[in-house]
Structure formats: C-alpha cells, structure tokens
C-alpha cells in the first residue's frame, strides 16, 4: 500500500485541473481551488519525502507487470528531494498568482495549465522508464508554451518562439537519443537499461548516445552554447510564470542529466571534460551576460545560465562529495531563484518598471520589505552562513582535489560577478534615492487590499524563511545530500530495489 502512494501527488495535480475545467470563467472559485489543491498537493509530497527517506526506494510497479516489462515509478532520495521542492514553490507561487496575475489570465484557463504543469514535473521526477521522461517532458513543454504565451502581448510572442524552438530541438535530440537506446538494447526501462548498457561490447556508439541525451537535456537546462532562448525568454511572461520557470523547469533538464549519467551512463575521462569544459563556457557567458543588464528580471535570467554551470561542473567531476554539492546547490537554487522572479513582481506593483536606472528608493519607503528581499539576493550570493555557501566549499574543494584549475577560477570568477551584480541591484533598487517621489507615482501595491498585499508577501516570506533553514540547518541539508550522493554514486542500490 505504501507503494500506491507514490502516485498520490500527481492525481492531485490533475484532478484539480479538471475541477477547475468546471469553474472556467469563475474567478474567485479557481482560486480557492488551486490553492486547495496545492496545499493537499504539498502535504502529500512532505509524507512521500518523509517515507522515502525511511524506506530509501519507494517503487510501484502499474498493473501488477513486474519491471522491466510494466510501466515503473520510483521514489529515491534524489526524487523525493525534487518532488518536496515542487511542492514547495508550487504552493508559494499558486498563492502568489492569485494576487500577481490579471483577471483576463485567470478567466484564459492559467491554474488549469498551471496545475497539470506541476504534474508533468512531479511525473518526469518519479518515473522510472526514460521513455516516460520524454513523455513528462512533453507535458511540462505544452504547458509552458501555453502559459508563456498567455495574454498574447508582442513581446510574449517573440519569447515563446524562441522557447518553443529550442524545446523542440531538444525534444527531438532526446527521442532520437531514446530510439537509438532502445535499438541497442531493447529495454526502456531506467534500472534495465543500467545493466544492459554495461554489457555494450560497441563502447564508441555508447558514447554517443550518452553525449546526444546530454545535448538534448542540456538544451532544456540552458547550457552554452544554446542558452541564449532563457535570457531572450523568461523575461517576458508575468512574474508568477517566470518564477515556477526559472525554479523548476530549468532543473527538470538537470534532474534528468543526473539520473541518466549516474545510473544508465557512467561517465568516461572524454565525457567528463566535455561536461566540465561545457560548465565553464556557461558560467562565464551567464556571468559575462549579467554584468550590464539594467532589467532586474533580465540580469536574474542570466544568473540562472551562470550557476547551472555550477550544477554541469559538478556532475562532471563525478564524484560523491561534488554530488553532495550538486544536491545542496540544487535545493539551494530551486528556491532562491523561484523567490527572486517573484521579488521582481512585486517592484513591479510598487515602481511600475523592473529597469534598474528608473528604480531606487524602496528600502525607504518598504524597510521592512526591503529586509525580506535581501534574504533571498544575499542568499543567492552565498554570504556565509546563507544557504549559496555551502555547496560552493563542495565545488572548491573537488576542483582543487581533481586539479582542474580553470574550473576552480572559473568558479571563483562567477561567484564575484554575481556578488557584484546583486550589490549593485541592491543599490540601484534599494539603497539610492527614487528619481521620482513615491507621492508622485500611481503606487499600486498601496493600493491593495490586506488579503491580496498577504497573497503577494506571504509566499516571498514563505521562501526566504526556507532559505535562512537551507543556510542555517545546513547540517540537515548536508545529511539528505550526502545520502542522495551514496544513491547516485552506488547505482546498484537503485537496479536491486527496482529489478529485485
């Protein structure tokens, strides 16, 4: 029985879509409806981590056909960590959507698209069949392009374009990657493939293939050189959507790099340079890039490219203590990021602009709110103790061990833009005078009501309190990784519970 529960959180998900098919139009009821769902949503994936963590693999087999021949979901560390994230913004920014988005987005069918979004990530994160990945990932794509294009606005248009293009190729290279696997050794299933693939006598078209599954997750998770389609689109749709955008979507492409080149492809010398050279190109590009944006959401859109090269670097030096990192900075990462583009939104209800050179001001006439802010940016800078510091010790220390020396600068590089950049983001939009009064501005988060000022400010609380226990529990954090590590690191563990 405890098995069956694996599914509990993904029925959730979509039997409140559905409810909501039936409230089309009815403002008000989608709301509470949504916000029903994510909070049962997120109950249930609190007691999916909770039972993985005691039990380590949760795996249900549909349909009583035993793996490799049925379809499998599988609950591991890794899963259940990114399932808990997904519950976690997936509640901050349902709440926050209620505030943050217009009517008309609402009444256009936004939390039914939203709510089967959720569901296509948590179905990519717990299944365990890589053919189904494609088709979880097919669901997250769909959603996205239809929220991205919500509202419809010129500029919206231009962003999902790019969006859409560049998943498009992604989605090819993937299923190209998936027939050719499928070709070699006639299994599709995760745990299967892992022990077929060892006995691949034709290493050259293993290779290959592993590189081509890197490519095509890659393009999803915005690495160079194919990252510019993030920046040119992520700043175009409404604050709530560019949040669960930038916190989740990007690390689905991660997720996925991590279990196939853990468990199905074991990394050699050649693929781990490729990785590790392709970190450092990211890192310095999203650096480079951040450096002379004056729109906030713009300069955060490039951090996002900078530090998956963090996450890249790591799986490529493929080790346990950089995979502890990778965990760390990944929980770290999903809810920083998340919190930032929603921060964005509400200086957008305060200035009525995100551009850097037409803000200013606001720690002096929202100290308080300033406050709260600054958490989630000097979190993502990594001042000690926030939660950005941690994992970096992890990538410092395994670059120095393994002696790759340019990561290690490249590394050090990146972490002093993004300090500068975010010093400088806290003194254009906090710290210097407005250039005009606020007496002489349509101050329009003023004007809110109490509950809608609590839907806007509670979920951006919310997620900097989890931060400050990220940075300041860090011990806690430190254990799940490093368990998740082990997991990654001892794929057998995975293939026994799966194929008993």
Known sequence: MMTN????????????????????????????????????????????????????????????????????????????????????????????????????????GYFFIFHFLIMGLLGAFLTGDIFNLYVWFEVVIISSFVLLTLGGKKMQMEGAIKYVTMNMLASTVFLTAIGILYGITGTLNMADLALKINSMENKGLVSVTALLFFAGFGIKSAVFPLYFWLPSSYHTPPSAIAAIFGGLLTKMGIYSMIRVFTLIFQPDDFIQKVFIGIAIMTMITGALGSINKRSVRRLISYLIVCHIGYLIAGIGLHTEIAFVGVIFYLIHDVIVKSNLLMITGVIQKIRETIDMQRLGGLYMDYPKLSLIFAIAMFSLVGIPPLSGFWPKIQFFGEALKTENYVLLVTIILASFVTLFVIARMWSEVFWKPSPKPLTDEIDRFAQLSILSKFALIAPITFLSLVSLYIGFGAESIYEISQKTAHELMNPQLYINAVLK
Do not use: E
């Open 5 to 108: 529960f694996i599914l509990a959180p993904i029925l959730v998900h979509m039997l409140t879509a559905i409810i909501l098919l039936f409230f089309w139009g009815k403002v008000q009821a989608q709301k509470i409806i949504s916000i029903v769902g994510n909070i049962l949503a997120f109950i249930l994936c609190i007691r999916l981590f909770n039972v993985t963590q005691t039990h380590d693999f949760l795996v249900l087999q549909l349909g009583g056909w035993k793996a490799p021949f049925g379809i499998t979901f599988v609950s591991d560390s890794l899963s259940s960590v990114m399932v808990l994230l997904t519950a976690i913004v997936s509640l901050a920014v349902g709440v926050y959507s209620t505030t943050a988005l217009n009517v008309s987005r609402i009444k256009f």
